[in-house]
C-alpha cells in the first residue's frame, strides 16, 4: 500500500514537498514514479527513480525544478517541488512496480508498468 501526503495549495513561485509512504518495502521493485492528473483529465508521468541505482527520470516540464528522491530506511519516496506554477496544479500520484529485475526504468512514464498506486494529494498553485 501506498500512502501520498503533503500537498496543499501554495502561491506560484512556492515550494512543497510530497511524501509517499509504503507500507512495505519500497525497494521491492525496479521503479517508483510520481504522476500527476490535471483538470484536463489526463495522468502523466513526472519523476521516476530506480530503485536500485538511483537514475533519475523527469518529465521536461518540470526538469530544473522537481526533485525525485527515496528513502529506503523509512520506506518512503518524496517529490520536492520548487518554483511551482499554476500548470503544477493537479492530483498527485505514487505509484510502484513489481518487476523482478532491471537495470533502467525506459518506460518510466507508463502507467501500465506500475501495478500499485497510491490514493493521491492534491496540489494547488495558484
Known amino acids: 500500500q501506498l500512502v501520498e501526503s503533503g500537498g496543499g495549495s501554495v502561491q506560484v513561485g512556492g515550494s512543497l514537498r510530497l511524501t509517499c509512504t509504503a507500507s512495505?518495502?519500497?525497494?521491492?521493485?525496479?521503479?517508483l514514479g510520481w504522476f500527476r492528473q490535471g483538470p484536463s483529465g489526463g495522468r502523466e508521468g513526472v519523476a521516476g527513480?530506480?530503485?536500485?541505482?538511483?537514475?533519475?527520470y523527469y518529465a521536461d516540464s518540470v526538469k530544473g525544478r522537481f526533485t525525485i528522491s527515496k528513502d529506503n530506511v523509512k520506506n518512503t519516496l518524496y517529490l520536492q517541488m520548487n518554483n511551482l506554477k499554476p500548470e503544477d496544479t493537479a492530483m498527485y500520484y505514487c505509484?510502484?512496480?513489481?518487476?523482478?529485475?532491471?537495470?533502467?526504468?525506459?518506460?518510466?512514464?507508463?502507467?501500465?508498468?506500475?501495478?500499485?498506486w497510491g490514493q493521491g494529494t492534491q496540489v494547488t498553485v495558484s
Open positions: 527513480i530506480l530503485i536500485h541505482g538511483g537514475n533519475l
Open positions: 512495505g518495502n519500497i525497494d521491492s521493485g525496479v521503479c
Open positions: 505509484a510502484a512496480d513489481q518487476e523482478i529485475f532491471g537495470v533502467a526504468c525506459p518506460n518510466w512514464a507508463k502507467q501500465d508498468r506500475y501495478g500499485l
